[in-house]
């Protein structure tokens, strides 16, 4: 027998997807930010991919930080996390 769903029920369970999404987003962030200062530096996001079994060139890195980090402070934060991530 097939439930149908209303339109409200449908929009309801994407919020609870979006939310979801973000939230292991910034579990991922949380991740990377080994010392837990609200930054990714290279040598987390290195340490990182390498825990992930994935390993990274230095031209990699160079060119994931030129694009990610939005105010050239040489770390990714949360939001620039998202932004390259969503990017």
Not at 47 to 67: C, K, P
């Amino acid at each position: 027998m097939a439930v149908a769903c209303s339109r409200t029920e449908q929009v309801g369970d994407f919020r609870r997807a979006s939310v979801t999404a973000e939230d292991e987003l910034t579990a991922t962030f949380n991740e990377f930010d080994n010392d837990d200062d609200g930054h990714i530096t290279v040598e987390e996001f290195r340490q990182a991919m390498s825990r992930r079994g994935d390993e990274v060139t230095n031209d990699d890195l160079t060119s994931i930080f030129v694009h990610a980090d939005g105010d050239g402070d040489g770390k990714i934060n949360l939001e620039e996390f998202t932004a390259a991530w969503n990017g």
